[in-house]
Nanobody, 124 residues
Framework: QVQLVESGGGSVQTGRSLLLFCAVHRAAYRFYCMRWFFQAPGKERERVAHIITGSGTTSYADSVKGRFTIYQDKSKNTLYLQMSSLKVEDTAMYSC?????????????????WGSGTQVTVSS
């Protein structure tokens, strides 16, 4: 059974940085698309970014462009999210997800695996 395990969350002040990790365990094949999401309390899940694993092409939500960077280390089966210039509104549970096909980059319903998340709390 494939597992996605996030780590790296924590509590920081505004303007600081965090690096999130998503370790992929027991995957017998490469996923086409890897994604980061966040969900704030009482709100719906929102996309943060995705990366097409083969080409390295990335895409970001407007709210994080220029502040967050998604990248991967294939040798370590790990996905990363470098978060900089953090704002209070970035406070949420951050989860990673993986999909085998191209539409999983844009359609949540086509995501095959989800992690359980890591909490990020930003205070002023």
């Amino acid at each position: 059974q494939v597992q996605l395990v996030e780590s790296g969350g924590g509590s920081v002040q505004t303007g600081r940085s965090l690096l999130l990790f998503c370790a992929v365990h027991r995957a017998a094949y490469r996923f086409y698309c890897m994604r980061w999401f966040f969900q704030a309390p009482g709100k719906e899940r929102e996309r943060v970014a995705h990366i097409i694993t083969g080409s390295g092409t990335t895409s970001y939500a407007d709210s994080v462009k220029g502040r967050f960077t998604i990248y991967q280390d294939k040798s370590k089966n790990t996905l990363y999210l470098q978060m900089s210039s953090l704002k209070v509104e970035d406070t949420a549970m951050y989860s990673c997800a993986a999909g085998r096909f191209a539409d999983s980059c844009w359609w949540d319903a086509r995501v095959d695996y989800w992690g359980s998340g890591t909490q990020v709390t930003v205070s002023s």
